[in-house]
């Protein structure tokens, strides 16, 4: 098991930056895929990035990509995810989670592990 606990977020102006973070505890951190969802209140979680085990590749949602970045560090067992230019459409709960497997990475039901969220509000 791998436990996930966030930390950052907030309220933003629009055109801010904000970055989350996501500290794993348990088994080792590099086993896992890791990825960053949201969703807003009646929506389903919307994929928003997704990384490899080791950082070497990552993916997008169309709606964020250029604007968030995703990382990690492996040694620190912290994912983190770096988000410019917000805009309004941004604002939601923002998830953290692991899976093992290393395809279907925008599947929400792919991944085994989730942290607790944290609402990023971007104001206009």
């Known amino acids: 098991q791998v436990q996930l606990v966030q930390f950052g977020g907030g309220l933003i102006q629009t055109g801010g930056s904000l970055r989350l973070s996501c500290a794993a505890s348990g088994r080792t951190f590099s086993r896992y895929f890791m990825g960053w969802f949201r969703q807003v209140p009646g929506k389903e979680r919307e994929f928003v990035g997704s990384i490899s085990w080791n950082g070497a590749y990552t993916y997008y949602a169309d709606s964020v990509k250029g604007r968030f970045t995703i990382s990690r560090d492996n040694g620190k067992s912290t994912l983190y995810l770096q988000m410019n230019s917000l805009k309004p459409e941004d604002t939601a709960m923002y998830y953290c989670?692991?899976?093992?497997?290393?395809?279907?990475?925008?599947?929400?039901?792919?991944?085994?592990?989730w942290g607790q969220g944290t609402q990023v509000t971007v104001s206009s």
């Open positions: 989670a692991a899976r093992t497997k290393s395809t279907n990475y925008e599947v929400a039901t792919e991944y085994t592990y």
